[in-house]
């Protein structure tokens, strides 16, 4: 039996929680990224979290409960997503959502290149690049990151991708109000959404930075 497959209940639990309505066959596939994450984090230390039930609450859970505030968005780009997150979960809940994942590290970008191929993720684009260097054809309406940087150099290393009247969205833990308070000059805080991850007992904030 898969490591993953005794906390398939949890996962669908938490799901519904979080008001997504999943498909068993989506539920499937975000299941089968979680063992690959788990299966190759010794290869490519990926990632800090081993334990399989953590897989499913602090990554997959914690990577989706920020998909209702991105219903509007169409072009995604996920930066220093290291393993695939939060991209992978989302490009998997969202298929007709396009997501392109920026990754400085080569062999982490190339286990998302893997898991795209393993999957069969038409959606998702990992692309091996230092996002400030970055420079994409065309612009995305949501650019989103987890555990990257500081709000200002997430703004400044990022917001160049950001197309006009989109957004830069920060996946926070507990309410950053010291960053806040030196975001550079021309952007400014849109929304702060405070995130309850089923099973994660910890504080999550989803910021919503917008060009002035
Ligand atoms: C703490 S990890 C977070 C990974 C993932 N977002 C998550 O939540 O599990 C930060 C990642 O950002 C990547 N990174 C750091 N600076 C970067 C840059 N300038 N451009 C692209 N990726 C970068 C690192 O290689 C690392 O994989």
New binding site residues.
Partial sequence: MSALAPYAGQLAEGLAALGLEVAEATRARLLAYGELLLKWNRVYN??AIRRPQEVVTH?LL??LAVAPWLDKVQRLA??????????IPLAILRPELAVSS????NK?ASFQQQAKIELGLGNFQPIN??????QPELPFDGVI?????SLGDFVQ?AGHLVAEGGALYA?KGLRPDEELGALPAGWTLQAMHALAVPGLDAERHLLVLVRM
């Avoid at 996920?78 to 997150?85: T, W």
């Avoid at 690049?129 to 970055?134: H, M, P």
């Avoid at 990151?145 to 940087?149: E, L, P």
Wanted: overall charge negative.
């Fill in positions: 990926l990632t990554h914690d990577s996920d930066i220093g997503s290291g393993g695939g997150l939060p991209g920026v990754e400085t590290v982490k690049a230092r996002v400030e260097n970055l990151s987890r555990a990257f940087s290393l996946m």
